[in-house]
Structures are given as structure tokens and as C-alpha cells.
């Protein structure tokens, strides 16, 4: 598989100060990469890196031949703003090919038929006419999921997806991005939670005491790996 995104012996921070160094990784078309690590650890400023949003203080992002940073498509972590955000569903979707439209100020067909189709992938085809206010916080992230899908070329970059949803609704989150990466898209998933890491991913990037990189079998046979298990409560 070739590789789509590179990171190599990165430094990130703000104002010249560093929150995390040494930092080395490799994601290929395929993987399904867990970004795991303890607050303030520099999860977050990893996020912007790989967007572009926010460079490195030293080392290099790089991407693969043909790929760039503006075909990932990335779900934030919700925030009050999301949620109040005064939009139709279908148009929230659509707002994920803003940098699709080129010189033209409207959606063609096949736009507006590709955004019905990720809405039908989510499960939520039927909400597309309702305004995004009024719907529940599984709900939204599905249709967030949808309109990051149409953001995406090959890579979708995954926030704390499950925040503040409860575990039956986060269990059907994870079955559709697990679904996806089984059809082939790339998963960088920005979590807390133990269970997409053990169940699903092939990659763990840790940040924090004892950074690691590597597959997640060699991940949690690690010192670092077996200290988070223990963390996170999980016992074989």
C-alpha cells in the first residue's frame, strides 16, 4: 500500500514552546491508525499539523503522490457551535464540498446525489430536510460523518467522534467507520476510548511518557502499551 501521509521527527507547539518531540509515523492507504495519548500530550496540535492548519516547530509532514491534506475529511469534536448551527441537514452535508466547487457558486446533480448517498450510508437519508438543530447527538454526528465523507479522497480524520454519546449510539459510530475502512478508507482516529484501538485499528500512535509508534499488536505488548491498558481499566 502506498504511504499517504508521513511525519518525520516532528516538533509541536505554540509561541516556539514544544509539547511533544521526536515524533515519527507512516499512514498508508488502508490503516486504520488510533492517535491515543494523555491530555496536553499533543493530540490536538498533531490534528492541526496533519490539516495544515497549524505547522510543526521543527521535522516535516509530507503526502503521498497525488494526495493532499485539503482531500481528508475531518469530524471535529462537537461543540455548541456545531449544534446550533442554523442549517438544513441536506445543506450541512453539502458544506463538505465547499473546496470541491472550483469557480462555481452552486452544488451540480452528481454533488448533491454523492451528499444523498453518504446520508444513505450513515443511515439518516430520511433526516436530509430537517433543520441540524433538531436532531439528537448521535444523529448529528452521523450527518457530520456524511459531510466529512464528502470532504474525503482516501483519509478520514476522526476527533473524539464518540464524545458525550452513549455507548449504544457510539457502538453503531464505530460499526460504520469500521465499515468504511473495511471498503477501503483510510481511519485516523483521535480517541480516549480503549475499544476502537483493541477491536479495530492496525496502527497506534501514543503520545505522552513512552512515545510509540508502530502496529497495534506490537503497541500492547509494550511497556508503554500494557501501562495504558492498565489506565484505561482494561484487565485480559
Known amino acids: 500500500m502506498s504511504i499517504l501521509i508521513k511525519g518525520d521527527d516532528l516538533s509541536l507547539g505554540y509561541e516556539g514552546k514544544s509539547v511533544a518531540d521526536g515524533i515519527s509515523f507512516e499512514i498508508s492507504e ?3 491508525l488510533c492517535i491515543l495519548g494523555e491530555n496536553g500530550a499533543g493530540k490536538s496540535t498533531l490534528v492541526k499539523a496533519i490539516l495544515g492548519l497549524h505547522a510543526p516547530l521543527s521535522g516535516t509532514i509530507s503526502y503521498g503522490a497525488g494526495f493532499s491534506n485539503r482531500e481528508i475529511g475531518y469530524l471535529a469534536q462537537q461543540t455548541m457551535v456545531q449544534q446550533s448551527f442554523p442549517a438544513s441537514v441536506e445543506e450541512v ?15 451540480s446533480r452528481s454533488q448533491k446525489n454523492e451528499a444523498f448517498g453518504n446520508l444513505r450510508k450513515m443511515g439518516v437519508e430520511d433526516l436530509r430536510k430537517k433543520s441540524f438543530q433538531e436532531l439528537s447527538g448521535g444523529q448529528m454526528q452521523r450527518v457530520l460523518l456524511a459531510r466529512a465523507l464528502c470532504a474525503a479522497g482516501k483519509v478520514l480524520l476522526l476527533d473524539e467522534p464518540v464524545s458525550g454519546l452513549d455507548p449504544h449510539t457510539s457502538s453503531g459510530l464505530y460499526s460504520i467507520v469500521d465499515r468504511l475502512n473495511s471498503e477501503g478508507m483510510t481511519i485516523i482516529m483521535v480517541t480516549h476510548d480503549i475499544h476502537p484501538a483493541l477491536n479495530s485499528a492496525s496502527h497506534v500512535l501514543y503520545l505522552g511518557r513512552g512515545f510509540f509508534f508502530g502496529r497495534k499488536d506490537e503497541y500492547f505488548a509494550s511497556e508503554t502499551g500494557r501501562r495504558f491498558l492498565k489506565e484505561a481499566g482494561h484487565h485480559d
Open 30 to 32: 488502508g490503516d486504520y
Open 93 to 107: 452535508v453539502l458544506s463538505g464540498m465547499v473546496n470541491r466547487l472550483g469557480k462555481r457558486f452552486y452544488y
